[in-house]
Each structure stands twice: as structure tokens, then as C-alpha cells.
């Protein structure tokens, strides 16, 4: 849980934020970048001394380990500030409390020598994760394009890819527009930043502790609860993987891929079909819904299989009761206006959900080794899995199906339990009965 | 036994043994006997033993990797409906991955032997593949694999599902259809083709092709030189798909015009004389007792509906097919010497045929007299000695 690791993030944001610094929020950043590089140099230069200190005593100096953790809440306060998760312009020190997207860094601990001495190696996996979702000059380069020897070619130090650039980029307009932040998009950035710190304090030594992939929100003070969404995620899943299936997952998964295709083209059509429907009648055609939800449930499965987010091989029918599932409320009135302009409403959605499939190829690829080495999937990759899942099903059934008129949520949430026989009841929703 | 099943079933065997019948004529004369050749008569000691050195080593990995696969199929037979708690499918879903993770084995078991196959040729010169493209290779290769036995166990379920253990008479006339259909787009899957650029070879297959009524079979030619030294051509496709593939080794300086023409003549022959749609009756011959003998053995798993018996399904195909296979290499024998007489009958040159059947020896390394029991099991084609003996016998005869 995050309350108890040594590095977490404590958020007091009221998304508020003011159009002038957005509109120049790159340009006024320019001092910290500079200061963010020489940091990074030096921070680069004293993890050396830190290495070796730390495998001859087996924990940090109390002036190292503070010089490190201030190192991370400043990298943390300024991307914050950069890629708009926060509003205030931030110090130059790094120091605790004085920035609304903080991180709390628990005090130096004893720490096997062992794990100091092959540090660098067992973050790589924790590297992977942190230059999809946020890059950094230690988080590789994402989707920069250029590549150098820092990963990340010439925009790495300003987080020249990852998930999280994308969202800053959609951000900015938005809080140009609204003056507010979008709340699913400053928490997708609150995860991805307090994984870059966890992921930054276990390479600089500052914890043993491997950083936590669970995209569990920290919730911001003050905030109530998460949005209704109209398609939610249930997980069942125990865990445990079958290392045969496992090995075999991506060819298993074949005669799914050919059967979601056949389908697909079929889907295509339906969707063509609900649209010009909901066009005239101002709601989804219920055989429609039924139809087209059950597709996107399908999706979800497979999905699910192939990346290792669920362990049981898939039905072929996107019936619910799925360990993996996605519960898509009946069809409900639509605005015509938005349902005419649905595919150009969603294109936001779109960019991010395409830019979310990159974190759920390295799940699926980091559980590949970890499932086939330990026999169970890690929880915290398993729901950054459920939650681009979620957040695709989402995306599908608001922008290509129109299965609901409720935009997605960007943010992530903790996956619900399935509830007991929810699809036996009277009045359950249709979807649970396709 | 009731009397009416007694009969139908004697109908059946009677329908059985004629159209094996049919299907066993050819235009090699009854009469052809074919005069006792050494191999030392066509090849030196040297080559002779070098080659039967090189086979021995490939039919005893070949037993034994046959040994393996039936024994880990034989064990996942009995295991194997254990996994059907990885599967939250239905009876077909579920049994689709168990027949998957069934072939799965088969490959994890097949590696060692299959690496062993490529150590052994890649010391003979024989092949220029390395271990990681054979492995790879094979592993790509699984995942259609996957696809095909996924369609097999649709057809075969979907139809128990309702006929119960009657699934077998329409399953195996599906699983024939669809012989066929692989045979006639498989010349379409052949990758790196190209056509016949030597004009005299060109001219001397449209020719043949010509003499033999088979006017449209084109001949294309496979690019493989960067994998393997080994010369092979193949008659491929069905009715208008029909055309030869040569592989370029065999268009190398070591093979003269003459020796590619009875090549050429030889593939054109399995298309005249209907090899290739008897081929397909042939495996028909088989498929329907096949599929009956699995349906029964599968009862007790509850028949092939049940994916719990999908396991044990599969090892009865994989031991049946085992079984048959000396029937099937019999066959196959025959068919190639009807072909080897046509290419003799048409190009008239059973001194370039002599030379090339000898090649086969000195070049692919073919043991020109392999035991017996080799010749049995392993051996699709008349061994070299044979071959060469058939190109006297038709010499002696004068030919035509």
C-alpha cells in the first residue's frame, strides 16, 4: 500500500490552474531545467561515491541519503510543474512540504549489500516501467525518437515521451480552456511521478525498497471519491500463473487474435450501424449495445490473457465472469451534438489510450519473465495492467462504439471486486447479460 | 455383432481394398524387372559409407525423437486434462488450448533432436542454418501450428458436439476437403520464387510439359542456397495452382542440363499421372478409419465433445499416424517410381538420370542401400540403388 513505503507522494492540489503560467509554462521552466540537468550531473557523479560507500557499510550517509532525497522531491516538484500536475512555481531546493505535489522520504535504512552492489541491473526492469510511463534521464528515452547514451536523445531531460509528456501536451490546452486540470489527468501524472521517484531513490540507494507499479491512487487532499465511470473494471484474479501458458501466452493467444479479428470487421459494421442510430433516436439500439458490448468485454479478455493480466485462457463469446472483466452500463440517452462529433470528441482519448498500450506491452513483458520465474504475476504490474485495460475499454465504448456518452476516465482507480451473481440478478445491467 | 453392421462394415473394407486398388496402378510395366545393382557400380567405398555414415546418425535421431514425442504425448495423455483449470472457456475454447499446450510439448520435446538433425548436417556440409534460426524457426512455426489444430479441433468438436461419436463421417470428409484446399494454395505459401531464367531448360520443360499433357504447369525456381547445399524439387498445387518448384541448388555447376531435365521431367510426371489428387485419396484411405478409431478410443474420456479427451485425441493421431507410416512411405515409394519411369519415358536419357540418382549420394549424401528397416520406416522415396536400376531396366528395354 502506498502509505507504507518509504517514498511517497503526497498530493494537496485543487486543479486549479492559471492560464498565463500554463500558456508560458515551458519558457518559465527554463530555469529549472538548467538546474534539473547540473543536478542530475551531480547527482550522477555522487551515486558513484554512494555505491561504493553503501556496499562497504551497507547503508547510506545521512548527508548522501538527504542530498538524494532532495534530489527527488525537486525532480518530482519540477516535472510536476512542467507537465502541469501542479500549479505553483517550484523551488530550487527540493524542500519537504513546499510544493502541493510533494513526496514524503522515509529516513536512511541498513540495506543489503548485495542488492546496493547489483543495483543498477535490478532496476532496469523499474526503469522500463518508469520510461514508459514518464521520461527521465535514468527513465530512458520513451518515445522520443532519438536515441543518445542517455536514452533519450535530446528532449529526454524535459521527458521527451511516456505517457506522461502526452498527457502534459492534452493538459496544456485544457487548462488553457478551463483554467482547471483535469482530474483524471493530474492523477495518471501523479502516478506516473511518484513511480519515477520511487524508481529515482532505489537507483540513488535512498531505499531498498523496489519501487511499486500499482497505480493505486494517492488521493489528493480534499478530493471526493472518483467520477462514476459507465464501464468498470473487476478483478478476480489470485495471482498465480500457469508458467506452461505462460510461456506459450503470445501463441495461445493466436486463434483469439484471428477470432477478435473476424469479429472486429463485424464490429466495424455494428458500430457504423449504432452510430447513425443514435444519430436519429438519441440512444444506442439495445441488440446494438448488447452486441458491441460484448465485443469490447472480448477485448478485454484477450487483452487480458495476452499480456498476463489475468492467467485463465479466454471464451470466445466475451461473456462476463472473467477474472479480468469490464462491467458497461445499459444503453443510456445520448446528446446527439457529441454523438455527431464523437470520433473527433474522442481523438484526446484515443492518442492516450494508443500511448497507454506502450505500458501494457511492458507489463505483459516484465510479467512474461517474472510469472514464468516465480509462477505468480506481481500484483502492482498485474493493475497497471487492469488499469490500461480499463482505460481502453473505456475509450472504446465512449469513442468508437458509442456505448456511453461519459468520457473516459484517464485517472487510475483501484479495480472493483466482481460483485456475487451480479449477472442473475433482476434489473442487472443488459451488458452483464450479453 | 448384429448382421447388418457386420455387412456394412465388410462393404466398407470391400470399398476400402478397391479404391486402394485403383488408386495403386501406374504405368510402370508389371512385367519391369529390375536388374540387381551394387551402389559401388554408381558410387566409390568412400562415398558409399560416407553417406550411410550420414543417415544412420538421422533415422536413429529420428526413432528416438518419434520415441520422445510419442512418450510425452503419451504422458500428457493421461496429465493433461489438468490443465484444464487454466482455461475459463467453453467445452471447445478449453479444448483447443489443451490441444495446443499438447503440441507445445511436442515441440519443447522435438528441440533437442532437431538440433542434433542440424549439428549433423551443418558437419556434413548439408546445411548453413544456424542453431537460433532453427529454433526460432520452429518456434514461429508452432504458432501456425497453434492456428491449424485450433481449426482441427473447431471442426472436430463443434461437430461431436451434436453427432456425438458419429463426428468422425462429416469430420473426415471436412479434414479431406481440407487436404485439399492446403494443396491447392500451398504453392502460393512458398516464399523466395522465381522463374526459370535458363532459356534451354525453359524450352526443354514446356516441351515435356507439352509431351505429357500438362501444358499450363509452369516451373519456378526457390531461392534456398543460403540455408542448404541440398538439391530437391517438388510438384506442387492442384489444377490451376499446379507448377514445379526447383530449388536453385539444384541449377549449380554440379548438376549438368541433361540431370536437371530429368528433374523436370520427373516433378512434370507427378502432375501428369494425378499424383497429387491420388495423394489426397490416398489420405483420405486413411483419414476416416483414423478419425473412427480415435472417436471410439476417446469414449472413454467421454468422446471428443469432452475436452478432457482431447489429450488422449491427440496421441492417438500422433501413434495412428506413427503406425500408418510405412503404409504411407510405401505409397509415396510407388508414386515416386511411376514418376522416376515417366521422366525416363520422356526425356529417353537414362544416362543422365544414372548420373543424377548417383548425385543424390555423393551430393545429398542418400545412403544408396539403407537397412531394411530404415527403408520401412523413414524412406519416402525408392532408394538410389533402385532408382539407378530403373534407368537400366528401361535402357535394356530399349526404351519405349
Not at chain 1, 490473457?305 to 466475451?318: E, Y
Not at chain 2, 448384429?2 to 485403383?22: K, M, T, V
Not at chain 2, 524387372?33 to 568412400?46: C, F, K
Not at chain 2, 501413434?319 to 525416363?344: F, G, K, M, S
Request: hydrophobic letters at 50%.
Amino acid at each position: 500500500m502506498p502509505d507504507q513505503l518509504p517514498i511517497r507522494v503526497v498530493v494537496e492540489d485543487d486543479l486549479r490552474r492559471s492560464r498565463l503560467t500554463v500558456a508560458f509554462r515551458l519558457i518559465l521552466a527554463i530555469p529549472h531545467i538548467l538546474w534539473f540537468f547540473i543536478w542530475s550531473l551531480g547527482a550522477f557523479i555522487l551515486a558513484i561515491v554512494a555505491w561504493v560507500i553503501g556496499i562497504v557499510r551497507g547503508r547510506l550517509p545521512d548527508g548522501l541519503h538527504d542530498f538524494f532525497a532532495s534530489y527527488v522531491r525537486y525532480s518530482t516538484h519540477f516535472f510536476a510543474y512542467v507537465l502541469l500536475a501542479a500549479n505553483p512555481y517550484p523551488g530550487f531546493t527540493g524542500r519537504q512540504g513546499s510544493y502541493p505535489l510533494d513526496v514524503e522520504i522515509a529516513g536512511p535504512e541498513p540495506q543489503r549489500r548485495l542488492t546496493i552492489a547489483f543495483r543498477l541491473f535490478l532496476a532496469i526492469p523499474a526503469i522500463i516501467i518508469a520510461s514508459t510511463l514518464l521520461s527521465t534521464p535514468f527513465a530512458g528515452g520513451g518515445g522520443s525518437g532519438q536515441n543518445d547514451e542517455w536514452g533519450g536523445g535530446e528532449y529526454a531531460f524535459l521527458g521527451g515521451g511516456g505517457v506522461a509528456f502526452l498527457v502534459g501536451f492534452l493538459a496544456w490546452f485544457s487548462c488553457l480552456a478551463r483554467a482547471r486540470m483535469p482530474r483524471g489527468f493530474r492523477d495518471l501524472l501523479t502516478y506516473a511521478l511518484r513511480y519515477n521517484a520511487q524508481m529515482t531513490a532505489y537507483l540513488f540507494f535512498v531505499t531498498a525498497r523496489y519501487p511499486d507499479s500499482d497505480p493505486a491512487e494517492p488521493r489528493a487532499a480534499g478530493d471526493e471519491g472518483i467520477p462514476p465511470q459507465a464501464v468498470r473494471m473487476t478483478v478476480d484474479d489470485d495471482g498465480r500463473r500457469s508458467r506452461v501458458t505462460v510461456f506459450f501466452r503470445l501463441f495461445l493467444t493466436f486463434p483469439h487474435l484471428v477470432w477478435l479479428t473476424l469479429w472486429g470487421v463485424a464490429a466495424l459494421l455494428a458500430a457504423l450501424a449504432n452510430w447513425v442510430a443514435t444519430l436519429v433516436s438519441g440512444r444506442p439500439p439495445r441488440v446494438l449495445h448488447r452486441f458491441l458490448s460484448a465485443y469490447v468485454r472480448y477485448t478485454v479478455h484477450v487483452a487480458a490473457f495476452l499480456f498476463l493480466v489475468a492467467n485463465p485462457f479466454p471464451g470466445f463469446t466475451g461473456a462476463p465472469g472473467y477474472p479480468v472483466d469490464v462491467e458497461i452500463d445499459p444503453p443510456e440517452p445520448q446528446p446527439r451534438l457529441a454523438s455527431a462529433f464523437r470520433l473527433l470528441l474522442a481523438l484526446p482519448a484515443l492518442l492516450l489510450g494508443g500511448t497507454l498500450l506502450g505500458l501494457l506491452f511492458v507489463v505483459g513483458m516484465l510479467g512474461w519473465f517474472a510469472s514464468l520465474a516465480t509462477g505468480r504475476m506481481p500484483e502492482g504490474l498485474r493493475n497497471a495492467g487492469a488499469f490500461t485495460l480499463r482505460y481502453g475499454a473505456q475509450v472504446d465504448a465512449y469513442g468508437l462504439y458509442l456505448l456511453t456518452a461519459r468520457y473516459p476516465y484517464s485517472g487510475p482507480s483501484r479495480p472493483a471486486e466482481p460483485a456475487a451473481e451480479p449477472y442473475d440478478e433482476p434489473g442487472a445491467p443488459l451488458a452483464a447479460t450479453a | 455383432m448384429p448382421r447388418p453392421r457386420s455387412a456394412l462394415i465388410a462393404l466398407a473394407l470391400a470399398g476400402w481394398g478397391l479404391a486402394a486398388w485403383f488408386l495403386w496402378q501406374t504405368e510402370v510395366p508389371d512385367d519391369l524387372r529390375l536388374p540387381h545393382v551394387e551402389p559401388g557400380d554408381a558410387v566409390s567405398a568412400g562415398e558409399e559409407r560416407a553417406a550411410s555414415d550420414f543417415e544412420e546418425f538421422l533415422r536413429f535421431d529420428f526413432l528416438l525423437s518419434q520415441v520422445a514425442v510419442v512418450g510425452a504425448l503419451a504422458l500428457y495423455a493421461v496429465f493433461g486434462p489438468r490443465f484444464l483449470r487454466e482455461s475459463a472457456s467453453g467445452r471447445i475454447g478449453s479444448g483447443m488450448l489443451l490441444a495446443m499446450l499438447g503440441l507445445a510439448f511436442v515441440w519443447i520435446v522435438s528441440i533437442p533432436f532437431s538440433v542434433a538433425e542440424l549439428w549433423w548436417s551443418r558437419r556434413h556440409d548439408l546445411s548453413e542454418e544456424s542453431y537460433g534460426e532453427r529454433v526460432l524457426g520452429g518456434w514461429l512455426a508452432l504458432g501456425g501450428e497453434f492456428l491449424f489444430i485450433c481449426l482441427a479441433i473447431l471442426i472436430v468438436m463443434g461437430l461431436a458436439g451434436p453427432l456425438r461419436d458419429r463426428w468422425w463421417i462429416p469430420g473426415g470428409a471436412v479434414f479431406v476437403g481440407l487436404a485439399g484446399l492446403f494443396t491447392f494454395v500451398y504453392p502460393y505459401l512458398i516464399p523466395e520464387q522465381e522463374p526459370l531464367r535458363d532459356p534451354a531448360l525453359s524450352a526443354s520443360a514446356r516441351e515435356y510439359a507439352r509431351d505429357l499433357g500438362v501444358e499450363g504447369v509452369g516451373v519456378r525456381v526457390e531461392r534456398v542456397g543460403e540455408l542448404t547445399d541440398a538439391p530437391n524439387a517438388e510438384a506442387v498445387g492442384l489444377g490451376p495452382t499446379r507448377r514445379v518448384i526447383l530449388w536453385d541448388t539444384l541449377l549449380d555447376p554440379r548438376f549438368s542440363d541433361d540431370e536437371v531435365r530429368v528433374v523436370l521431367a520427373h516433378e512434370l510426371g507427378h502432375h501428369a499421372r494425378d499424383h497429387l489428387p491420388k495423394s489426397i485419396a490416398w489420405y483420405a484411405l486413411f483419414a476416416f478409419p483414423g478419425a473412427f478409431v480415435i472417436a471410439r478410443v476417446t469414449r472413454r474420456r467421454g468422446g471428443m465433445r469432452r475436452p478432457e479427451a482431447v489429450p488422449l485425441g491427440l496421441f492417438m493421431l500422433v501413434a495412428l499416424n506413427l503406425l500408418a507410416l510405412p503404409v504411407q512411405n510405401a505409397i509415396t515409394r510407388h508414386l515416386e517410381a511411376e514418376a522416376d519411369w515417366v521422366a525416363l519415358e520422356t526425356t529417353e536419357k537414362p544416362d543422365a538420370a544414372r548420373a543424377l540418382f548417383a548425385r543424390f549420394t555423393t551430393e545429398a549424401l542418400a545412403d544408396p542401400e539403407p537397412p531394411t528397416w530404415a527403408f520401412v520406416l523413414v524412406d519416402s522415396h525408392p532408394t538410389v540403388v533402385e532408382r539407378i536400376a530403373m534407368a537400366e531396366a528401361w535402357a535394356e528395354r530399349g526404351g519405349r
